[in-house]
């Protein structure tokens, strides 16, 4: 009897030591060696679900989280009306990716327990990635920040969920201040809020905001990059240039800050070093899980062998470097080109390139291969040597001639108009305008307007009157090459029409916004890419006006020539 006595102690005993370390817990060791004190106790015990939750946090702690959320499930198997453990198996899912078990286990959890704060924010989070959910998420995290007002995440949340819609800027800003009113000194708060007055264009607030969120957080590798980043909107390339280092030595595995000092080392006219550092994109997960099974060209004579350039990024990307394919079919080899369907048809035309393939061919079939925005490096390109002569593209003469006939009804000068990109741009909130800025051109006289958009977003699918819609007929970007050779001038945002327009050689006027993506310099007017290009530079960042107020006035010259 008092043996058994002794011995329930000692568990106990053991039990509240366990529970003290993981009140102390601050590192690995201390972690792995809470799993060991459990792992002790289970072999003369039964664990109870909370020891099995309490162990499970201990391995996530350690990095195994497989291992967690397989002890935290069966914890929820002991208790499956245990809220508290529903939530943390739901957030366990959530670090797998698993992202639609988590959903359930965070309903089930909010099913048991209405008014946890927590289960609020976490269901938000996973459903506001579904359009459809949106309205629900919103409703979430007011319901949280109502339950729990002194929480600042919960405002947190509520602002990076308005953050992400034009229209509810004004919201993201009240739910920032009101985090900042119970913490003034929140680093996230401090972050969040600099990075929605970026987005708003408001760069001296931004600044403000970011740096003291740096000063409080200093060893934050992303809160230096979103510095260096506005930065760079307000063209101080230098500080930009100091930050995104700063956010590499923080961490090496900043992968946008190694790229983003490539655009600094760009814009400041460190070309070759520029190129250099613009390889380090090649770390990012989209390209290094590609094995091509062949050594990378590095520009020397390709003595009979094939040469594979590939694809990468964006359409603009693509077309305005695949100017290095005729270069290099120069070198005493053979060079396929490897892209996008849409882009296959115009690429063909260029010279010296023996295949145009849209899916990678097998090893065999070439020597070596090339990235086309490494073609550059390999060739040591600088701001002496931008292989500029255009064209370099033409489309099919038929398609041509197609577009000539299609055309040829129209009077006055004929215009093509495209006012945005791909909104999946990192930035296309400041490089696109919009269709309600671009009508103001429409009633100048002795011009005719022609929208090049292949699609448009829902608002925008009614063109105005004195716009004509002939975007939607192109197949592929050999259309709309064909279709601009027909057109006296083309007008653009920074997107991929730009890039045709420029590629063709056909007279084209380029919106750059404020802190210009780097191939467009700060100051220049002219393209050394793109000779026939004009480039029509924002004052103020999201401030399209003088712009629009110095081509309507030359349109109104060109319209009476």
């Given at each position: ?238 500080t930009a240039l100091t930050w995104f280092r700063r956010a590499v030595e923080l961490n090496p595995h900043n992968n946008a800050a190694q790229v983003y000092i490539a655009f600094s080392l760009f814009l400041l006219g460190r070309m070759r070093e520029g190129w250099a550092q613009y390889d380090k994109r090649l770390d990012l997960a989209e390209f290094k899980t590609t094995n091509y099974e062949r050594p990378r060209w590095d520009g020397t004579d390709l003595e009979g062998k094939t040469l594979l ?167 592929d970007f050999a259309d709309t090459a064909a279709a601009m050779l027909n057109l006296d001038l083309v007008i653009s945002v920074d997107t991929s029409v730009c890039h045709v327009a420029g590629a063709i050689g056909a007279p084209v006027w380029t919106m750059i916004a404020r802190g210009p993506d780097f191939r467009w310099g700060l100051e220049a007017e002219t393209s050394p890419w793109y000779p026939t290009m004009k480039l029509l530079r924002q004052k103020t960042l999201g401030d399209w006006s ?16």
């Amino acid at each position: 009897m008092n043996e058994n006595v002794d011995e329930a102690a000692q568990k106990a005993a053991r039990i509240e030591e366990v529970e003290a370390a993981i009140a102390r817990a601050e590192s690995d060791e201390a972690w792995s060696a809470i799993d060991k004190l459990y792992n002790e106790l289970w072999r003369t015990k039964e664990p109870t679900a909370v020891q099995l939750g309490r162990q499970a946090i201990a391995v996530f702690h350690l990095k195994d989280v497989p291992r967690a959320a397989t002890m935290t499930r069966r914890a929820v198997r002991l208790a499956p009306e245990n809220a508290h453990l529903r939530r943390q198996l739901g957030k366990l899912y959530f670090e797998l990716g698993r992202f639609d078990v988590a959903e359930k286990e965070f309903r089930t959890a909010m099913d048991l327990e209405p008014d946890h704060p927590e289960t609020l924010r976490r269901l938000s989070q996973i459903i506001q990635k579904d359009k459809e959910s949106r309205a629900e998420a919103e409703e979430l995290l007011i319901r949280a920040t109502e339950l729990a007002p002194d929480e600042v995440i919960g405002w947190l949340q509520l602002g990076a969920l308005y953050g992400n819609e034009k229209y509810n800027f004004k919201k993201a800003e009240a739910a920032f201040e009101h985090a900042l009113e119970i913490s003034p000194n929140a680093p996230s708060a401090l972050h969040n809020y600099g990075l929605l007055k970026r987005f708003q264009g408001d760069l001296e607030a931004a600044e403000k905001y970011l740096e003291r969120a740096c000063e409080v957080y200093p060893n934050d590798s992303d809160f230096a990059f979103s510095l260096g980043t506005c930065h760079m909107f307000k063209e101080d390339n230098e500080t930009a240039l100091t930050w995104f280092r700063r956010a590499v030595e923080l961490n090496p595995h900043n992968n946008a800050a190694q790229v983003y000092i490539a655009f600094s080392l760009f814009l400041l006219g460190r070309m070759r070093e520029g190129w250099a550092q613009y390889d380090k994109r090649l770390d990012l997960a989209e390209f290094k899980t590609t094995n091509y099974e062949r050594p990378r060209w590095d520009g020397t004579d390709l003595e009979g062998k094939t040469l594979l350039m590939l694809s990468e990024q964006g359409m603009g990307d693509n077309i305005q470097f695949v100017r290095y394919a005729p270069i290099a079919a120069k070198m005493n080899g053979e060079v396929i080109v490897l892209t996008h369907e849409s882009l296959a048809r115009l690429f063909k035309s260029l010279d010296g390139v023996n295949h145009v393939v849209t899916s990678v061919p097998e090893p065999r079939h070439f020597h070596r291969y090339c990235p086309l925005m490494s073609a550059p490096l390999a060739l040591g390109t600088d701001e002496n040597t931008i292989p500029g002569v255009v064209p370099y593209l033409t489309p099919p003469a038929e398609d041509v001639e197609k577009w000539a006939e299609k055309l040829a009804p129209y009077t006055g000068k004929k215009i093509g108009l495209c006012w945005r990109g791909n909104p999946k741009h990192v930035h296309d909130h400041f490089r696109s305008s919009s269709l309600e800025e671009m009508q103001g051109l429409l009633d100048i006289e002795g011009a005719t307007f022609f929208s090049l958009h292949k699609d448009r977003t829902e608002d925008e699918q009614e063109l105005p009157d004195g716009l004509i819609d002939i975007g939607s007929e192109f197949g592929d970007f050999a259309d709309t090459a064909a279709a601009m050779l027909n057109l006296d001038l083309v007008i653009s945002v920074d997107t991929s029409v730009c890039h045709v327009a420029g590629a063709i050689g056909a007279p084209v006027w380029t919106m750059i916004a404020r802190g210009p993506d780097f191939r467009w310099g700060l100051e220049a007017e002219t393209s050394p890419w793109y000779p026939t290009m004009k480039l029509l530079r924002q004052k103020t960042l999201g401030d399209w006006s003088d712009v629009y107020a110095r081509m309507r006035a030359d349109i109104s010259k060109l319209a009476v020539e």
